[in-house]
């Protein structure tokens, strides 16, 4: 509103004090002139007293004084003349309300007698007598024991008063609209370089750091406008140092593998970077609680080594398990100057590390396992060869075979952990070439044809291709197909079946290895394609002899070096069910 801006504020301001200073001056001045009015006229009818009674005592004829007083006087005033034998004269006037007064009302006045007894001047205001007419009144002795008395309205003194307040009311006025004008002159003069300076430091608010406010004078003002205007550069450079400077750290926070999030201390988080918000995910959801963009409070345990960290001022470490993954968390401080005004915590996901180190921990147990057993028998029947306990050429030819067969045994078992180790280090290359896919299924069924037969198991083959050939690492994809129909046969009950399928898209070339043998079971699946599994826990073979427990693994790494994908489906006591997926 306008008296609340510095515009108004300062108009009114000196308005007020203009108008105070005229008001004071207009009391001051009223009451001066209507005083002076006054004074003057009624020292004016003292001068004129004082001619006359001279005349009336210079003169022996009374009528001559009178007719001289008539040429003295105003017009509009009267002149008694009471001489102190009782007579007295009165002149004329050409004002009609005022009364011939009376000479013994004059006597008997308290203030007016005065003249006759005292010989004194008289100035006084008065009502007439029989009327209600306020005049003044002067008068001076005349000897002996006579005066002069001259009298008039005071209306003609009340009239130039009032002219005299026009004159100085006007005179007021004028001095109100003048100084009005200059107010407003001075204070838009004044005022106009802040409202720039006004606008000009919104636009900063609303980030227009290029405003620049004109430059009018070279007074405080002008100087003020440059200061302003150098602050508004230096506030563009260091925003955009401080817009930099956020960027490059959102930048190399965003890229970070590692997990960062950043906490008051009352524990609400302020940045987080991806991998830190997946790590918030999964406490939200161990600690049943919804996530939502309007709760950045940190979950459980996070708060809690917040308030350690705030307490003891140290940097803590923990580990924190959720959801089958393992965590590394690091909390250290943040200082505001000697206070702790939150923390900054980095977290690490080390999951595969710990189950690479429990792989190899496992890798050197089973390869430990796998070697023990056939070395023993090694050991074993050859003292008995040497110690000459086979004494028959029968037993000494069986206790051979069945050393022949463990070495046999070591030896494909070391040569799968070759290849398997090749595989994985991306060593192998792949010969592929053109093969007819019916020619090649049938190749191999009938490989296991016999072995089928044996173990009274139906083997089925559907081939359901539009194609004639496909560009494969025969030799490579073989050994998937013997490892995964080996395995379903061996696993398969008597009277059970083993069903290959074979189809393609326009893309892959897709195969499907179904039994209904034994399953497994659910908490095994993840880890069937792990080096070394082996379900025989729940899974017999029949009695027949046990494998290396690396032929999943191998067939894996062959898929995936193809480029394709291998799943198991599999239900305990009802089947299992292998899905191979390579582009063609």
Request: aromatic fraction near 6%; glycine fraction near 6%.
């Amino acid at each position: 509103m306008f008296w609340r801006s510095v515009v108004g504020k300062l108009a009114i301001t000196i308005l007020l004090l203009v108008s105070f200073v005229l008001f004071i001056l207009t009391i001051l001045l009223l009451g001066f002139f209507e005083n002076f009015h006054v004074n003057e006229a009624e020292k004016e009818m003292m001068q004129t007293a004082t001619k006359v009674s001279r005349m009336v005592e210079q003169y022996d004829d009374r009528k001559l004084p009178l007719e001289n007083a008539e040429l003295l006087k105003d017009p509009m005033s009267r002149i008694i003349f009471i001489y102190g034998d009782g007579t007295f004269r009165t002149s004329d006037s050409t004002d009609n309300d005022l009364n011939k007064l009376d000479p013994q009302w004059l006597r008997n006045d308290e203030d007016l007698m005065s003249v006759f007894k005292n010989g004194q001047d008289v100035q006084k205001e008065i009502t007439l007598s029989n009327s209600n007419v306020e005049a003044m009144i002067v008068g001076t002795p005349i000897n002996p024991n006579g005066a002069v008395f001259i009298y008039q309205s005071l209306e003609i003194v009340n009239q130039t008063k009032a002219e005299t307040t026009k004159i100085i009311f006007l005179a007021a006025g004028i001095a109100i609209i003048l100084t009005t004008i200059f107010a407003f002159f001075l204070s838009t003069r004044i005022t106009s370089p802040l409202i720039k300076m006004r606008e000009a430091a919104l636009d900063l608010t609303r980030g227009e750091f290029n405003t620049k406010v004109p430059i009018l004078t070279h007074d405080e003002i002008g100087e003020l406008a440059m200061a302003f205007n150098r602050m508004g550069r230096q506030l563009k450079f260091h925003i955009n140092a401080l817009r930099q400077e956020k960027e490059q750290f959102s930048s190399i926070v965003s890229s970070m593998a590692d997990g960062v999030i950043t906490l008051n201390r009352n524990g609400d988080m302020l940045v987080t970077n991806p991998p830190a918000e997946h790590f918030i995910e999964k406490l939200h959801y161990e600690n049943g609680i919804e996530p939502t963009e309007d709760n950045p409070k940190s979950p459980e345990p996070l708060s809690g080594i917040l308030q350690s960290v705030i307490q003891d001022e140290k940097e803590v470490i923990r580990e924190i398990n959720a959801q089958g993954r393992t965590w590394v968390m690091i909390m250290t401080p943040l200082y505001d100057q000697s206070y702790v005004r939150g923390a900054v915590a980095v977290i690490r996901d080390m999951t595969e590390e710990r189950r690479l180190d429990k792989m190899r921990q496992d890798f050197i147990a089973n390869v430990s396992h796998e070697l023990r057993t056939p070395i023993s028998m090694l050991q074993g029947y050859s003292e008995a060869i040497v110690d000459d306990v086979a004494e028959s050429k029968e037993e000494k030819n069986e206790l051979a075979q069945i050393i022949h067969e463990e070495s046999l045994r070591m030896g494909r078992l070391v040569n799968e952990l070759l290849d398997l180790a090749r595989m994985e280090a991306g060593q192998t290359m792949l010969n592929k070439e053109k093969v007819n896919a019916g020619k090649f299924l049938e190749r191999i069924l009938k490989k296991f044809k016999g072995l089928a037969e044996e173990n009274n198991v139906q083997l089925i083959s559907k081939n359901h291709l539009s194609i004639s050939n496909i560009s494969v690492d025969a030799d490579r994809m073989e050994q998937v197909f013997t490892n995964l129909i080996d395995n379903a046969i061996r696993h398969t009950e008597e009277n059970g079946f083993v069903k290959v399928m074979v189809e393609n898209t326009n893309t892959e070339l897709l195969v499907s290895i179904e039994d209904n043998g034994s399953g497994i079971p659910e908490e095994d699946i993840p880890f069937v394609f792990e080096r070394f599994y082996k379900a025989d826990k729940s899974r017999t073979r029949n009695g027949k002899k046990k494998g290396t427990g690396l032929g999943l693994a191998i067939a894996k790494n062959i898929v995936e070096t193809h480029g394709g994908t291998i799943n198991v489906k599999s239900m305990a006591d009802e089947g299992t069910t292998f899905e191979i997926r390579v582009p063609l």
